[in-house]
């Protein structure tokens, strides 16, 4: 069955930078894109940034463009999200996303979840 298992977060102060990890199984990860979601505590889940299987990337988020960077490793099945410059607007539970994925590989946007991992927490304070 498909898993995804998110690591990485944690509590920094604002300015400070974390990288996220995500390692997938269960399914042909490079034949899909991935992205990153996140939901703040009394918010909306909403897409930060999203990866074609190529590496291209035709989704981030204006809230975090200049400052996030999404990429992966097809080779090891892991997606990554590098957050710079963090704010306090970036507290959230960030879930990576397999995103659905049609014809040769490209990305449903606005980006649709098939599955999602637990999450990993970050937490920015000021």
């Known amino acids: 069955q498909v898993q995804l298992v998110e690591s990485g977060g944690g509590s920094v102060q604002a300015g400070g930078s974390l990288r996220l990890s995500c390692t997938a199984s269960?399914?042909?990860?490079?034949?899909?894109?991935m992205g990153w979601f996140r939901q703040a505590p009394g918010g909306e889940r909403e897409s930060v940034a999203v990866?074609?299987?190529?590496?291209?990337?035709?989704h981030v988020s204006d809230s975090v463009t200049g400052r996030f960077t999404i990429s992966r490793d097809n080779a090891k099945n892991t997606l990554y999200l590098q957050m710079n410059s963090l704010k306090p607007g970036d507290t959230a539970m960030y879930y990576c996303?397999?995103?659905?994925?049609w014809g040769a590989g490209y990305c449903w946007i606005p980006p649709q979840s098939n599955y999602n991992g637990q999450g990993t927490q970050v937490t920015v304070s000021s």
């Open positions: 996303v397999q995103v659905r994925t």
């Open positions: 269960g399914f042909s990860f490079s034949r899909y894109c």
């Open positions: 990866i074609d299987v190529g590496g291209g990337i035709p």
